[in-house]
């Protein structure tokens, strides 16, 4: 990202802003729609959610029935070299997994523009085994060698009966 040299105020909107869940909610404060790029909260470079402490379920998801989760790749770090994604992916035993997954991985995209926003509504189908708490993970790993930290992670806690 250095290279582009946008100036000092895109450069700290890089290092702030990657990836939030809209639907579940993610865990921390509600987010604001719309956010800009270089939202705070959506910077959450520590597997597997971010460093945020788990909390009660928000939502309760129906066993077995489809659901649509709703994220944001809120910046666009796209690699060429060794292209990322991004996957979605639930565990029943806390933050520290195992996790599996719910989706198939989502290709990241060249956006052209780093400051890009791009909603996603992917289509899981929730496990049949309930729990009382789990946790769903969305994350990006980007890849991205000129990044400090380039792969992303939130995490929503939820049921499913
Ligand atoms: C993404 O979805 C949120 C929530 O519905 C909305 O406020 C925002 O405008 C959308 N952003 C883009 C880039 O489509
Ligand atoms: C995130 O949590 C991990 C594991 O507990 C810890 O090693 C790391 O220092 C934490 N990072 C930050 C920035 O809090
Ligand atoms: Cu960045």
Redesign the pocket.
């Known amino acids: 990202m250095i290279k582009y040299l946008i100036g000092i105020i895109v450069l700290v909107q890089i290092a702030n802003a990657h990836l939030c869940i809209?639907d579940p909610p993610q865990r921390g404060n509600a987010l604001p729609?719309?956010m800009g790029p270089g939202y705070n909260d959506c910077y959450r470079p520590y597997p597997n959610c971010g460093n945020m402490t788990a909390g009660k379920p928000v939502v309760t998801f129906t066993s077995g029935q489809p659901y649509a989760v709703?994220f944001?790749q809120n910046y666009n770090h796209w690699y060429e070299p060794n292209q990322g994604y991004m996957d979605i992916a639930i565990s029943y035993n806390g933050d520290n997994g195992p996790f599996k997954q719910l989706s198939q991985t989502i290709d990241d995209f060249n956006a052209w523009d780093m400051v890009t926003?791009?909603?996603f509504t992917i289509n899981v189908n929730i496990p049949s085994q309930p729990c009382s708490s789990c946790v769903l993970r969305v994350r990006y790993i980007s890849n991205n060698a000129g990044e400090p930290a380039p792969d992303f992670y939130q995490c929503a806690d939820i049921a499913i009966e």
Request: proline share 12%; charged share 0%; net charge neutral.
């Open positions: 809209y729609f719309p709703v944001q926003q791009t909603n």
